[in-house]
């Protein structure tokens, strides 16, 4: 065969090779699909197929669809899955498709102003979302030794706050309150008052009505302009309140990566507790601590533990995190835990709000973990000496009310039963003004003018 043949026959091999090259690259590889064996109130168990915890399957109905799960754990050949959305027209031996990729939230500038739901998708009608970028759902956990120190105070325009319990930007605060005692009042003055680059709302296992007025009247047009909201109603399935716990963290660690400053609301942590305990419960994971499973207490930290300062620039998330306290219990295992991760708590008092104080916030049960951090020390003894007054009065208010104390015999108690008046109403304030940190200083300081130490 002559040379020029040979060449020719190469030639060609190669381009023969080439095509069945670029189509085996284009073939998808192959998947294993599995079947729906079991389904156990919102638990779905599938076999003969292979995922890793985390991942989406594809389950599909009898009508078609395709409903999502996420998988939550497995037990030898067997995975367990939590459905997404409404289980509705699901049957004995549906297919399961496992589903590639990790899970991301769309995130960028055009979430501002927008309503979203736990798989980030809007829920105000505005048409899609306009942003390109992506951040993961489970962000990777910061460096605890390069992350900025608390050292700038936070202005939240409350006055009760901003003196007695300072608070620093990149710090996590617990609001501790029972129903009906002001919390949704005291959080929409937080985000009215605020000064933040962005307020990124989690609306975790409330009720689907206060969403609406949370958007409407509480933040309201103005407020909603630099505000991303993220809402997951108690009617959702528990793994999408979970999902929206995480969704509302990623997104404001997506702003304050770009250097902003982020508040952040999360109400509430303790509705997401009980997600993941019916999750937990549902996959055969024992109870410990009140019918809470173990899964529950290492979440908890896993997601207070992504606010605070950034690692890499001035960028922070201030964390509000609400707590039910159910019949007003402080020694609820969700309340003893988020004490011990956080970085301080308010608690509201259901007395001071059946007395009309309002914000009901409790100062003799309320601390400031970095507020020593913020504040000069003639600060920090204003608000010790207040806090003593007012504990002084507070402990001696049976023997007062009912006559048996007497003027004279304690000169503390004295001072207090002057100073009482004055005291409750630097803690009142009315919901629609607004007090600077500076002003609240100077009040303070004219209150105890002349108290004697």
Known sequence: MRTHELAALE??????LSTL?????????LQVEGVLSRMVGMTLEAMGCEAPVGSRCLVTTA??????AEV??????????MPTGEIRGVMPGARVLPSPGVSEVQVGDGLLGRVLDGAGRPLDGLGPLQVSDHQPLMGAPLNPLRRWAIREPLDVGIRTINSLLSIGRGQRIGLFAGSGVGKSVLLGMMTRYTEADVIVVGLIGERGREVQEFVANTLGPDGLKRAVVVATPADNPPLMRLHGAWVAHSIAEYFRDRGLKVLLLLDSLT???????????????????????????????????RAGNSDRGPGSITAFYTVLTEGDDQNDPIADSARAILDGHIVLSRSLAESGVYPAIDVEASISRAMHLIVDKAQMDRATRFRQVYATYQHNRDLISVGAYRRGGDPRIDQAIDMWPRLQEFLRQDMYQAVKFGPASESLAEILAGAVH
Do not use: M
Not at 11 to 16: G, T
Not at 21 to 29: E, F, I, M, S, Y
Not at 63 to 68: A, K, N, P, V
Not at 72 to 81: A, D, I, Q, T
């Open 11 to 16: 030639r060609q091999w190669c381009e023969r």
């Open 21 to 29: 090259t670029a189509k085996v690259a284009d073939l998808r590889p």
């Open 63 to 68: 009508d078609g669809r395709g409903l999502e």
């Open 72 to 81: 939550v754990g497995f037990s030898g050949e067997r995975l367990y899955l």
């Open 271 to 305: 509705r997401f507790a009980q997600a993941q305990r019916e999750i937990a419960l549902a996959i055969g994971e024992p109870p410990a601590t009140k019918g809470y499973p173990p899964s529950v207490f290492a979440r908890l930290p896993q997601l207070v533990e």
